[in-house]
């Protein structure tokens, strides 16, 4: 069974420019989660999207939205990019609304 | 706001010896969760444990919960090199359905 997969694995973007990462979760998976994760800190909760609906989101401007598709695949575009927004993001996805998240390996965005 | 801390930030420990990371809390849990992240990837699961229980095993790997004081540690016994990693608490607060993480321990373990 294929796990959660993310595209692209990196990126590179200049400030001002808008940069869309993509995420596909365990089949069956309705759940998708989105953290950022500066380099060599914790990891900062983003949005959670659910059956297709944003459920819940972080501490975050507006700039970072999203959507979840049919599928359940998720997109998390990021509008405006400052040098601050590089990171690692990771997407994960359960089937439930409890117990344990499945992560992808990420996408490391930079912004230069 | 994070909602857990871990302690210590860094541990190095020789093979063999056994590595304790703690992790604490601010709210009424769920669950408590522990995960691992090799150097810039994404993160595994270890271990669950319920708001209802104190302690839990998996293979070398010991979970206690204390939910008066908010407290959670994990034991890995018997460290190897391969146990290198960052590890992570995760709280699953009440009415919230996320998942919150700690700060993170970097664990080296030198052969």
């Known amino acids: ?112 | 706001s994070q909602q857990g801390e871990e302690d210590p930030q860094a541990l190095s420990i020789q093979e063999g010896e056994n590595a304790t990371m703690n992790c604490s809390y601010k709210t009424s849990i769920n669950n408590l969760q522990w995960y691992r992240q090799n150097s810039g990837r994404g993160l595994v699961h270890l271990i669950l444990i319920r708001s209802n229980e104190r302690e839990k095993h998996s293979g070398r790997l010991r979970v206690t919960l204390d939910t008066s004081k908010k407290s959670s540690s994990l034991l890995i016994t018997a460290s190897r090199a391969a146990d290198t990693a960052s590890y992570f608490c995760a709280t699953d607060p009440y009415n919230t359905d996320k998942l919150i993480f700690g700060t993170g321990t970097r664990l080296q373990v030198f052969p």
């Open chain 1, 1 to 112: 069974e294929a796990g959660v997969t993310q595209s692209p694995t990196h990126l590179i973007k200049t400030r001002g420019q808008q940069a869309t990462l993509r995420c596909s979760p365990i089949s069956g998976h309705t759940s998708v989660y989105w953290y950022q994760q500066a380099l060599g800190l914790g990891l900062q909760f983003l949005l959670w999207y659910d059956e297709g609906e944003e459920r819940n989101r972080g501490n975050f401007p507006p700039r970072f939205s999203g959507r979840q598709f049919p599928n359940y695949s998720s997109e998390l575009n990021v509008n405006a990019l400052e040098l601050e927004d590089s990171a690692l993001y990771l997407c994960a996805s359960r089937p439930t609304r409890s117990g344990e998240l499945f992560f992808g390996e990420g996408s490391r965005l930079t912004v230069l």
